[in-house]
């Protein structure tokens, strides 16, 4: 049995309250065996600090109020701050405390407005979700209860229209939304559930088993012991979209094996077969055909990138992709020696200017670009373009040579079982080049890159910073130089 369940473990917060939501039995989990929490990844954290960033930023909406702390601040505490605040006069608060019946909750901006107390819910997405009603639902259920009056309730979140020009402008940054006839409808919501799930946790786990739910609309943080029954190769390998997985799971068919081929689409009845029967395919024509359309110069790039809810530069939307980094590896002719240039800009510099000019350099007139998911690099050339107009010309004539390596892939005229239905580079460069893979590399995708250059902007430890950078040109480095290496491998394919 877990630990004893008493008033003092079935008190509630928020947050709880929302996991809840989603599901009651990662709220037992969190409750009374958090050990089996996954460990939380530094992309997950770099989420969490952005929220937080996005969260100081919305103050300037209303500037001049009082935060309530909550770092090494007791609950009592910062309820017993909050009430005095209020009794004091106080107007705007950051982070107010409110308790109730053991409920907890904490608004992000508390305004006293003309008609009355009005809450404000900051979130760093760009559009409303479902679960955000539910979280700020539960705040106005706690502070009415408390005997706040609450006159008005506000979700606040990213506008992705706005383009930053100068000091950041909050009230074109944040969108304001008034949602407060949409909160008092969800009152009877949120009291029926508060007691669901403190029900729920004065009994046993609940028995409730994996679902679309694991990863809607959070990731929760218990998936790994939720899913340890799971095997290697199961109905949740298949890629792509197609048959219900779940629904195949609800039937009792979780092994590979045990999929009806039938009811699969060509690409996963594919995918099937050849993970079964560790097959290849390779067609010939197709890959010659794509191999016969490239040409020299050729060049081979990769960008790395990150994204900001808070745009960091003049002209930059709110999560836009900014290129920090790029490998370019090139050949001037067959059979030529295999030449290499990169990039990686320095700590809290704006990196695009430099970039666009040194590839206007450094890629030869005409040369044929391979990048592999074109869409992708071509998108960070047109900002760049876009950005700086001079160097326009050339990277248009730069997009209009790109050569998409995922092609072959993603039309499986190259497939390998190993790839497990996937097209991507981490997927396909450990199936042709098994010596050349990311797996012992201290960054091994894009992710891992967007947080380490953060944390290379964040650092003053020189040794640290020194250690990051060589990380990251590494990795870059590896993604073209996998993309060479494949080009090798489909070259020596039609010749076998």
């Given at each position: 049995m877990p630990a004893t369940q008493n008033s003092k473990i079935l008190y509630l917060s928020k947050s709880q309250f929302i996991k809840g939501v989603q599901c009651h039995k990662s709220l037992y989990l969190h409750k009374y065996q958090p050990e089996l929490r996954d460990e939380i990844s530094e992309s997950q954290e770099a989420v969490f600090q952005s929220g937080k960033d996005v969260g100081i930023m919305a103050r300037?909406?209303?500037?001049?109020?009082?935060?309530?702390?909550?770092?090494?601040?007791?609950?009592?505490?910062?309820?017993?701050?909050?009430?005095?605040?209020?009794?004091n006069g106080t107007t705007i608060i950051y982070e107010a405390a409110f308790s109730y019946r053991g409920l907890f909750c904490k608004v992000d901006i508390?305004?006293?407005?003309?008609?009355?107390?009005?809450?404000?819910?900051?979130?760093?997405?760009?559009?409303?979700?479902?679960?955000?009603?539910?979280?700020?639902?539960?705040?106005?259920?706690?502070?009415?209860?408390?005997?706040?009056?609450?006159?008005?309730?506000?979700?606040?979140?990213?506008?992705?229209?706005?383009?930053?020009?100068?000091?950041?402008?909050?009230?074109?940054?944040?969108?304001?939304?008034?949602?407060?006839?949409?909160?008092?409808?969800?009152?009877?919501?949120?009291?029926?559930?508060?007691?669901?799930?403190?029900?729920?946790?004065?009994?046993k786990m609940p028995d409730i088993d994996i679902g679309p739910y694991c990863d809607n609309p959070y990731g929760c943080d218990f998936k790994g012991h939720c899913w340890s029954h799971i095997p290697e190769n199961s109905v949740f390998s298949l890629r792509g979209k197609g048959v219900n997985k779940f629904d195949l799971y609800n039937q009792g068919i979780i092994h590979m094996e045990e999929i009806p081929p039938d009811i699969l689409n060509v690409k996963q009845?594919?995918?099937?077969?050849?993970?079964?029967?560790?097959?290849?395919?390779?067609?010939?024509?197709?890959?010659?055909?794509?191999?016969?359309?490239?040409?020299?110069?050729?060049?081979?790039?990769?960008?790395e990138t990150f994204m900001m809810a808070i745009?960091?530069?003049?002209?930059?939307r709110p999560y836009q992709q900014v290129p920090f980094q790029y490998s370019l590896h090139y050949q001037e002719y067959e059979r030529g020696e295999l030449l290499h240039r990169e990039f990686l800009a320095f700590p809290n510099t704006d990196p695009r200017e430099i970039i666009a000019k040194r590839l206007t350099e450094e890629i030869p007139d005409n040369a044929c670009v391979i990048v592999y998911n074109r869409s992708f690099e071509s998108g960070r050339l047109r900002d760049l373009a876009e950005w700086f107009p001079k160097y326009s010309g050339k990277m248009e004539a730069i997009?209009?040579?790109?050569?998409?390596?995922?092609?072959?892939?993603?039309?499986?005229?190259?497939?390998?079982?190993?790839?497990?239905?996937?097209?991507?580079?981490?997927?396909v460069l450990p199936a042709l080049v098994p010596d050349l893979n990311y797996s012992n590399m201290e960054i091994s995708e894009g992710g891992m890159a967007m947080v380490a250059y953060d944390k290379m902007n964040q650092s003053l430890d020189p040794?640290?910073?020194?250690?990051?950078?060589?990380?990251?040109?590494?990795?870059?480095?590896?993604?073209?130089?996998?993309?060479?290496?494949?080009?090798?491998?489909?070259?020596?394919m039609i010749t076998l």
């Amino acid at each position: 049995m877990p630990a004893t369940q008493n008033s003092k473990i079935l008190y509630l917060s928020k947050s709880q309250f929302i996991k809840g939501v989603q599901c009651h039995k990662s709220l037992y989990l969190h409750k009374y065996q958090p050990e089996l929490r996954d460990e939380i990844s530094e992309s997950q954290e770099a989420v969490f600090q952005s929220g937080k960033d996005v969260g100081i930023m919305a103050r300037n909406l209303f500037p001049g109020g009082i935060e309530i702390t909550y770092d090494n601040n007791p609950l009592a505490n910062q309820i017993r701050q909050t009430h005095a605040e209020i009794t004091n006069g106080t107007t705007i608060i950051y982070e107010a405390a409110f308790s109730y019946r053991g409920l907890f909750c904490k608004v992000d901006i508390l305004r006293k407005g003309d008609q009355g107390w009005e809450i404000y819910e900051v979130k760093a997405s760009t559009k409303m979700e479902e679960i955000y009603y539910h979280d700020v639902a539960f705040q106005y259920y706690v502070m009415t209860a408390a005997g706040l009056p609450v006159s008005k309730v506000f979700l606040v979140h990213i506008n992705n229209q706005y383009v930053r020009n100068g000091a950041i402008d909050v009230y074109e940054l944040f969108t304001v939304k008034d949602v407060t006839k949409d909160i008092i409808a969800k009152q009877q919501f949120v009291a029926d559930e508060i007691r669901n799930q403190q029900d729920m946790l004065s009994g046993k786990m609940p028995d409730i088993d994996i679902g679309p739910y694991c990863d809607n609309p959070y990731g929760c943080d218990f998936k790994g012991h939720c899913w340890s029954h799971i095997p290697e190769n199961s109905v949740f390998s298949l890629r792509g979209k197609g048959v219900n997985k779940f629904d195949l799971y609800n039937q009792g068919i979780i092994h590979m094996e045990e999929i009806p081929p039938d009811i699969l689409n060509v690409k996963q009845h594919m995918q099937l077969e050849y993970t079964l029967q560790k097959r290849h395919h390779i067609d010939t024509d197709k890959i010659r055909h794509f191999l016969e359309s490239l040409w020299y110069p050729l060049c081979y790039l990769d960008f790395e990138t990150f994204m900001m809810a808070i745009p960091p530069f003049d002209g930059l939307r709110p999560y836009q992709q900014v290129p920090f980094q790029y490998s370019l590896h090139y050949q001037e002719y067959e059979r030529g020696e295999l030449l290499h240039r990169e990039f990686l800009a320095f700590p809290n510099t704006d990196p695009r200017e430099i970039i666009a000019k040194r590839l206007t350099e450094e890629i030869p007139d005409n040369a044929c670009v391979i990048v592999y998911n074109r869409s992708f690099e071509s998108g960070r050339l047109r900002d760049l373009a876009e950005w700086f107009p001079k160097y326009s010309g050339k990277m248009e004539a730069i997009i209009g040579n790109m050569m998409d390596l995922m092609i072959p892939f993603r039309n499986r005229d190259c497939y390998f079982w190993e790839m497990c239905g996937s097209y991507s580079i981490k997927y396909v460069l450990p199936a042709l080049v098994p010596d050349l893979n990311y797996s012992n590399m201290e960054i091994s995708e894009g992710g891992m890159a967007m947080v380490a250059y953060d944390k290379m902007n964040q650092s003053l430890d020189p040794k640290e910073v020194d250690g990051i950078r060589k990380a990251l040109l590494e990795y870059c480095k590896l993604d073209t130089m996998g993309m060479v290496r494949i080009v090798d491998r489909l070259r020596e394919m039609i010749t076998l």
